[in-house]
Nanobody, 119 residues
Framework: VQLQASGGGLVQAGGSLRLSCAAS????????MGWFRQAPGKEREFVAA????????RYADSGKGRFTISRDNAENTVYLQMNSLRPEDTAVYYC?????????????WGQGTLVTVSS
């Protein structure tokens, strides 16, 4: 499966962004999807994940209550709605896919999209 993330940009603290990730190449609904991020000088970290049907989600503590992951299997797209953004959310955000569960490390990765939150 090929993944193409978009929607990053520059936003002020407290603002919102919605990231999108379009998938192609395989049956999208066969994959659990996730978002990860990597800030400058830091390791890549988990942000959110969603099951194949969209019925199960999980979030890193950093995004709980502010971020919402969703998917549209008809459009082969997964989204990450980010509200109340903070400067510490600045990172390159990556979408990823796994044929396993939302608790497993993904096998497939898209290119990143940069999110910059100014204070």
């Amino acid at each position: 499966v090929q993944l193409q993330a978009s929607g990053g940009g520059l936003v002020q603290a407290g603002g919102s962004l919605r990231l999108s990730c379009a998938a192609s190449g395989r049956t999208f609904s066969a994959y659990a999807m996730g978002w990860f991020r990597q800030a400058p000088g830091k390791e890549r970290e988990f942000v959110a994940a969603i099951s194949r049907s969209g019925g199960l989600t999980r979030y890193a503590d950093s995004g709980k209550g502010r971020f919402t992951i969703s998917r549209d299997n008809a459009e082969n797209t997964v989204y990450l709605q980010m509200n109340s953004l903070r400067p510490e959310d600045t990172a390159v955000y990556y979408c990823a896919a796994t044929a396993s569960s939302i608790y497993d490390y993904p096998e497939y990765w898209g290119q990143g999209t940069l999110v910059t939150v100014s204070s």
